[in-house]
């Protein structure tokens, strides 16, 4: 089992910046690779970014590339989303998850199995 604590959403006026931090527990070495999801009301869970743990690559989706940044601290298993330049198409619920071991299509929620409970983050423009 692996657990999953989100932390630093919260409301930003267009332009700001939020990092988001995403504390995990239990059998982490078990999992390859961390994600950050999001889903806005009446939308579609969507990928945002993700990070291996082993050699750090990075993976972004298009609309938050040269904006957001994901990086971890290994000895801390914390992995976390730095957002900048915010834009109010980027509110929604985010999500961290944990992958399964080995799964490599980072982009697809149907590699992770464990998921935070989510934090909200609000765009105003």
């Known amino acids: 089992q692996v657990q999953l604590v989100e932390s630093g959403g919260g409301l930003v006026q267009a332009g700001g910046s939020l990092r988001l931090s995403c504390a995990a527990s239990?059998?982490?070495?078990?999992?390859?690779?961390m994600g950050w999801f999001r889903q806005a009301p009446g939308k579609e869970r969507e990928f945002v970014a993700a990070?291996?743990?082993?050699?750090?690559?990075?993976y972004y989706a298009d609309s938050v590339k040269g904006r957001f940044t994901i990086s971890r601290d290994n000895a801390k298993n914390t992995v976390f989303l730095q957002m900048n330049s915010l834009k109010p198409e980027d509110t929604a619920v985010y999500y961290c998850?944990?992958?399964?071991?080995?799964?490599?299509?980072?982009?697809?929620?149907?590699?992770?199995?464990?998921w935070g409970q989510g934090t909200q983050v609000i765009v105003s423009s």
């Open positions: 239990g059998r982490t070495f078990s999992s390859s690779a």
């Open positions: 998850a944990a992958s399964r071991p080995g799964w490599t299509a980072y982009g697809s929620a149907l590699g992770y199995n464990y």
């Open positions: 990070i291996r743990w082993g050699n750090g690559m990075t």
